[in-house]
Nanobody, 125 residues
Framework: VQLQASGGGVVQAGESLRLSCAAS????????VGWFRQAPGKEREFVAA????????VYSNSVKGRFTISRDNPKNTVWLQMNSLKPEDTAAYYC???????????????????WGQGTQVTVSS
């Protein structure tokens, strides 16, 4: 699976962005997809994930209620809608995928085999 993340940019606090993750090479049906982010000088952290059934989602506590992950399997695309952005959301955002992840591992970076390049999100105060 090849993943292409896009949609990053520079916004002010309180504004919204929608990130896209386009997959090629195989269908996303039956594949778990996650979003992670990495701020300068920090480790990469989990943001949100959609499980293999496409019916379940999980979020980090820091984004719950503000971010929404969604997917369109026929279009092989996953989105991350980010609302009420805060300066602490500034990071490079990565999408990742794997067809073998069980739900208890959705938050684990090491569980994902396929990664896209990052897309930068910068939120100014």
């Amino acid at each position: 699976v090849q993943l292409q993340a896009s949609g990053g940019g520079v916004v002010q606090a309180g504004e919204s962005l929608r990130l896209s993750c386009a997959a090629s090479g195989r269908t996303l049906r039956g594949v778990a997809v996650g979003w992670f982010r990495q701020a300068p000088g920090k480790e990469r952290e989990f943001v949100a994930a959609s499980d293999r059934t496409s019916g379940g989602t999980v979020y980090s506590n820091s984004v719950k209620g503000r971010f929404t992950i969604s997917r369109d399997n026929p279009k092989n695309t996953v989105w991350l809608q980010m609302n009420s952005l805060k300066p602490e959301d500034t990071a490079a955002y990565y999408c990742a995928a794997d067809g073998s992840i069980i739900n208890s591992s959705l938050r684990r970076e090491s569980a994902y085999r396929y990664w896209g390049q990052g897309t930068q999100v910068t939120v100014s105060s």
